[in-house]
């Protein structure tokens, strides 16, 4: 594949990198939805009674 | 107070390093560079500490909820430890023991870790918000902000005071641990606040003694370049002597055992024996020595004292 001018072409090594990352990231937003959930379970209704 | 001027022209978060990468080049940074930008032992300290708070404090918390308050406070610190990796990156570059972070080494650009230090930062503080209490998430603020902006940005430039002050910032997880258990605060958090407190100006000035070179390269104002090692040494006593009385004062007020008194105590007179010890070393490497000897014992220490405390905490119930 050519390469067009001033288009960014990511190596392996970056691609990898850049594939962890992602992977990472997703994980964590996994584990937030997870964390909501059990939060929710736990609280119950009270999960909207938050006082200041 | 004591100010030099030649660091305050340092304090731009631009790097200089060759190594250094533009925001506009592909990121090579690894998962394995963030976590490090995160500053992952400093988070374990304040992990520890938090935990120590949160079991101490009156009433009941629901372990879901507990281990959501330490994962927030958790990654608020490295948050924090981002934004000052960020910031500090200039100077970073010109010390040999922080030369290979993430930005001098060129493997992540400030602006990616200014975004993940701002994103956690702001992710850590509504997750304690909404999940756990607002009273403790407002604390978290405060602690970053405290950090970040009121340490790193102004202090730590400034004043060779830089670390007594800016020592609050890690002074303040056993507090926001207490409040997310119990949702106020008390004498016996404030205790626990001022033992970190006393405690951060001997660790680090026994830490800088060793790299005096450095942060005078740097321009870094920390109290040996300024001063000098026998100021240094004469304030790490001091600070030494104080910690030692006030980290027995939860056993003294009556709020801990005698066991801890005693550990407190005993603990606290070997980090007096350890200040006293580099005060009276003249030679140059026998100093650097007794220095990290200090530097090392100061870690146990705290480590002792809230190992007991927690151990006392989950043996007798968090009041007496």
Same mark, same amino acid.
């Given at each position: 594949m050519e390469r067009e001018p001033g288009k960014i072409v990511l190596t392996q090594e970056q691609q990898r990198r850049r594939r962890a990352r992602s992977i990472a990231i997703a994980l964590a937003l996994g584990a937030l939805v997870i964390l909501f959930y059990v939060v929710t379970l736990v609280k119950g209704p009270a999960v909207l009674n938050r006082p200041l | 107070m004591l100010v030099i001027s +030649?660091? @305050? +022209?340092? @304090?731009?978060?631009? $790097?200089?390093?060759?190594a250094a990468v533009s925001a506009h080049e592909p990121s090579v940074a690894s998962v394995g560079d963030y976590i490090a930008l995160m500053k992952p032992r400093v988070m374990s300290l304040v992990v520890f500490t938090a935990f120590v708070g949160m079991m101490m404090a009156p009433g009941h918390v629901h372990p879901v909820i507990g281990f959501t308050a330490l994962l927030c406070i958790s990654v608020a610190a490295g948050a924090a430890g981002a934004l000052n990796m960020w910031y500090d990156a200039d100077i970073d570059a010109l010390m040999a023991r922080t030369a290979g972070r993430p930005i001098p080494r060129g493997r992540i650009a400030p602006g990616e870790a200014f975004g993940f230090g701002a994103t956690l930062a702001g992710f850590s503080i509504a997750l304690l918000g909404l999940l756990v209490s607002w009273p403790a998430a407002a604390l978290l603020a405060f602690t970053i902000f405290f950090y970040v $902006? $009121?340490?790193?940005?102004?202090l730590k430039r400034w004043t060779p005071q830089n670390i007594v002050i800016g020592g609050a910032a890690g002074a303040f997880p056993p507090m926001i641990g207490w409040v997310a258990a119990s949702g106020h605060i008390s004498i016996e958090p404030c205790l626990l606040f001022f033992i970190v407190f006393f405690w951060t100006p001997p660790h680090f000035w026994a830490l800088s003694l060793t790299r005096v070179d450095d942060y005078a390269r740097a321009g870094v104002p920390m109290l040996p370049v300024v001063a000098g090692a026998d100021e240094t040494r004469r304030q790490i006593l001091l600070y030494s002597t104080a910690l030692a009385l006030i980290g027995a004062t939860p056993w003294l007020l009556g709020y801990r055992n005698a066991i801890y008194g005693v550990t407190a105590l005993l603990a606290g007179a070997l980090m007096i024996a350890l200040a006293l010890q580099l005060r009276n070393e003249r030679d140059r490497k026998r100093a650097d020595r007794a220095a990290r000897r200090l530097f090392a014992f100061s870690i146990l220490y705290l480590f002792i004292v809230f190992a007991v405390l927690l151990i006392e905490a989950c043996v007798t119930g968090p009041k007496m």
């Open positions: - | +030649e660091g @305050a +022209e340092l @304090a731009r978060p631009i $790097v200089n390093s060759p $902006v $009121v340490y790193t940005m102004w």
